[in-house]
């Protein structure tokens, strides 16, 4: 089944008064405990925030997430604010022919915009799309300095920059944030005027703004390099990983979809996992067994989000570069959301940038013990392949998924024939360990075993054939 035979069904799904009406209930009880907990996190006033949107009547492109309405969308930015500990105070839109490249939404908007963030006494105006750098300097010259002027890119690298806790997240933060403040630096400076060499004489010195942006390349150069030695020890570490062949699989899934919670039921990583936007940044690599005895390594990964602002996906390559080594991908869902399908698109917008999208893949339905409509989803999973439902908060569904997700390893593994002296017995311990045996024979010259085995087993043993002429490899009939 396509994405959009699936959006078409989930939407019928939730398409009943009964359910929507559940999932409406859910949803409003879930923002007020989430509001609750971020305002208890910050001490003092909140600062407030106005938000802007703007919908097109046709998508600027291919790539823009159909599925995330208007309403939809806003409600999303929301949560951003709220998690990166501001008060939304009021909301806006405007439905347009093309955006406004001077000011985003139209000059007749911003005039009742202005009248809103006087009478709301607003500190800061979030618009629901990056800006562009004359767009945020105009915007700041018509509201005034007074108030700040952001961008959902700039919301999100904000709570990124709170959320980040290694060296490594904090790297990739800084990276990203000074890449989307280069071009921006202009709107920073009102005195431009200044020379860096004093007095009046013209060349003697450079304006601070050029200065600034000298600075801050250095600064980029600097931590590109800072992560390219990241990136470097990560792919070290994976070759050590790949040299004990255990079959990897990398959970992805929108934000706060559960991926965190499912690695801890499975693996009891402890991981923090709550009920909020991006909680965990940095990727966590844990061991489990599955139904059987065999062994996978599970990585649970950074949470996208629809409009991931490209900086990011550029500065934590080393993180996603994980999934690319995976063997199979988790995609975990949020069966609790009507906007499930929407955010399976985004997920699958970055997965295809990742050029992993192809990689076998097994869906997880999580949250189904919030879902309103969990009866009917369990009787819709039954009939898709490589589907499951399941609620890693109360273990629900988890062996099944489990027993699901060996069977698709199983399916990753190569077909191998191959005599092992008793001297190497190690090598036959690994091929069980890992590996699916379907005969075994004892004879004068060894052990002759027949498994499929990850690719990494296979390579290591052909490497070894050419050193050890005891050990023999059959051709396949």
Same mark, same amino acid.
């Given at each position: 089944?396509?994405m ?5 069904e989930?939407?019928e ?7 929507r ?14 509001? +609750?907990?971020?305002?208890e996190?910050?001490d003092?006033d909140?600062e /407030?925030a106005?938000?802007?949107g703007a ?8 790539r823009d997430?159909?599925?995330f309405g ?7 930015? /929301? ?13 806006t839109h405007?439905? %347009? ?7 985003f ?8 915009? %202005?009248?809103? #963030?006087?009478?709301?006494?607003v500190?800061t105006?979030?618009f629901d ?9 105009n ?8 108030? @700040?002027?952001?961008?959902?890119t700039?919301?999100?690298?904000d709570?990124?920059?709170? @959320? ?6 904090k790297?990739? #933060?800084?990276?990203a %944030?000074?890449e989307y403040?280069?071009?921006?630096l202009?709107?920073?400076w009102?005195?431009?005027e ?6 009046q004489?013209?060349? %003697?010195?450079e304006? !601070?703004?050029?200065?600034d942006k000298?600075l ?9 390099l800072?992560?390219?030695d990241?990136?470097?020890? @990560?792919q070290?570490?994976?070759i ?7 079959p990897?699989?990398?959970? #992805?899934?929108? /934000?706060?979809a ?11 990583a402890?991981?923090?996992a709550?009920?909020?936007l ?12 599955l ?6 390594l599970?990585?649970?990964? #950074?949470?996208?989000?629809?409009k991931l602002?490209? !900086?990011l996906?550029a500065?934590? *390559? ?9 063997s199979?991908?988790? +995609?975990?869902?949020?069966a609790s ?17 990742l ?5 076998p893949?097994?869906t997880?339905?999580?949250k ?8 009917i ?6 009939a898709?392949?490589?589907?499951f439902?399941?609620?890693?908060q ?12 060996? *069977?698709l ?22 091929? +069980?360990?890992v ?10 010259f060894?052990t ?15 490497k070894?054939?050419k050193?050890?002429? /005891?050990? *023999? ?5």
């Amino acid at each position: 089944m396509d994405m959009g035979e699936f959006q078409a069904e989930w939407n019928e799904i939730f398409a009943s008064d009964d359910i929507r009406e559940k999932s409406g209930n859910l949803i409003t009880q879930s923002d007020q405990i989430k509001r +609750h907990a971020n305002y208890e996190e910050f001490d003092g006033d909140l600062e /407030t925030a106005y938000l802007v949107g703007a919908e097109l009547k046709a998508p600027r492109n291919k790539r823009d997430t159909s599925g995330f309405g208007r309403e939809e969308s806003i409600n999303e930015l /929301t949560q951003l604010a709220e998690t990166a500990g501001l008060e939304v105070v009021g909301s806006t839109h405007q439905m %347009m022919d093309k955006i406004n490249p001077k000011t985003f939404v139209g000059s007749g908007k911003i005039i009742e915009i %202005m009248k809103e #963030v006087e009478r709301l006494g607003v500190d800061t105006l979030i618009f629901d799309d990056e800006l562009s750098a004359t767009q945020g300097r105009n915007l700041v010259r018509m509201l005034g300095e007074d108030i @700040r002027v952001c961008d959902r890119t700039n919301l999100i690298l904000d709570i990124f920059s709170q @959320r980040a806790r290694t060296a490594e997240g904090k790297l990739q #933060v800084e990276l990203a %944030m000074a890449e989307y403040q280069l071009p921006r630096l202009t709107k920073m400076w009102t005195h431009l005027e200044r020379q860096a060499g004093g007095g009046q004489v013209k060349g %003697m010195g450079e304006k !601070q703004i050029e200065i600034d942006k000298r600075l801050l390349r250095e600064k980029i150069t600097a931590l590109k390099l800072d992560l390219e030695d990241v990136r470097l020890h @990560r792919q070290q570490y994976r070759i050590r990983r790949a040299k004990a062949p255990i079959p990897v699989a990398a959970i #992805v899934g929108y /934000t706060n979809a559960g991926k965190s919670t499912l690695l801890n039921r499975v693996s009891n990583a402890e991981v923090l996992a709550e009920d909020s936007l991006f909680a965990t940044l940095d990727p966590t690599t844990r061991r489990i067994y599955l139904p059987q005895g065999k062994q996978l390594l599970m990585t649970d990964t #950074v949470g996208f989000i629809q409009k991931l602002p490209t !900086q990011l996906v550029a500065a934590f *390559r080393a993180t996603l570069e994980e999934i690319a080594e995976a063997s199979v991908i988790i +995609h975990v869902v949020d069966a609790s959301s009507p906007l499930a399908v929407a955010q399976a698109q985004a997920v699958q917008a970055v997965l295809q940038d990742l050029k992993v999208s192809h990689y076998p893949h097994l869906t997880v339905w999580n949250k189904m013990d919030l879902s309103p409509a969990s009866h009917i989803l369990r009787q819709v999973a039954a009939a898709r392949k490589d589907t499951f439902c399941i609620s890693a908060q109360t273990g629900e569904g988890i062996e099944e998924m489990l027993t699901g997700l060996e *069977r698709l390893v199983e399916l990753t593994l190569v077909q191998f024939d191959v005599s092992i002296p008793y001297t190497e017995g190690w090598l036959v311990g690994e091929m +069980h360990q890992v590996g699916v045996v379907t005969n075994e024979e004892f004879t004068e010259f060894g052990t002759r075993i027949a498994a499929s085995i990850p690719i990494s087993l296979a390579s290591k043993i052909e490497k070894l054939a050419k050193k050890n002429s /005891t050990i *023999r490899i059959f051709d396949l009939e």
